[in-house]
């Protein structure tokens, strides 16, 4: 099946063939690939060389070990494109994939001195703070929190946050959702995030910043969330003018 003859390394030919394998489900997700032994009878190349193929596709993301188990199929990560200012309910909804959020947390407080400063908030203004679990399709994806004025929002409640916070805004106040800025950082979880996550400590999150505008310029929420790398790829297409 491999080609020896080729310019290219054994080790590259079967990376190639094992990601066309995953592409085409002949290999499923979260199921395991055949032993190294087996790899290596098959395409009829040492031990070493498979292993330093799936050594890469494990770096890549492509599959994961699990001690004693195997070496399994990863799940394909969510591509999130970065233009278009999307809420987690929409981007899921374009999916095909069912949303829906666990509350930890609803409550009142003054604002901590950041947040106060990225809301553009006098002294006595207070912000709901409001942490939640995202998933899709049942599987945990993100972890939000969020800080939205109390004075911008008056009166919402426990169960306005369930779903989605954008259209619950927009459908109950007069308010049109505009833009925000956004800020992405690679960094690893806390023992908190990874069992909220169900991944495993110190295991790679992106922490993702956002500050929302509303249309005429005020800024409606700040939002500090921690995402599954392991599931997430953000997409950005770029212009060179
Ligand atoms: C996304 C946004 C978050 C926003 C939320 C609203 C990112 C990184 N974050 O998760 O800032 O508050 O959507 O979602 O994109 P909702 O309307 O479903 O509650």
Sequence with gaps: MLDKKSPLPMYYQ??????QKIDSAIYSERETIPSERELSE????????VRQAVTNLVNEGYLYREKGKGTFVAEKKIEQPLQGMTSFTEDMKQRGMNSSS????FTIIPPPADIKRKLSLEEERQVYEIHRIRYADHQPMAVERTFIPVALVPGMQEKDVYGSIYEYIEKNH???????TQMIEATIADEEQAELLDIVPAAAILHIERTSLLQDGTPFEVVKSSYRADRYKFISEIHRS
């Design 14 to 19: 079967i990376e190639e063939d094992i990601k």
């Design 102 to 105: 666990k509350l930890l947390d």
């Design 174 to 180: 007069d308010y049109t959702i505009h833009k925000a």
């Design 42 to 49: 098959q395409y009829e190349v040492s031990r070493m060389t």
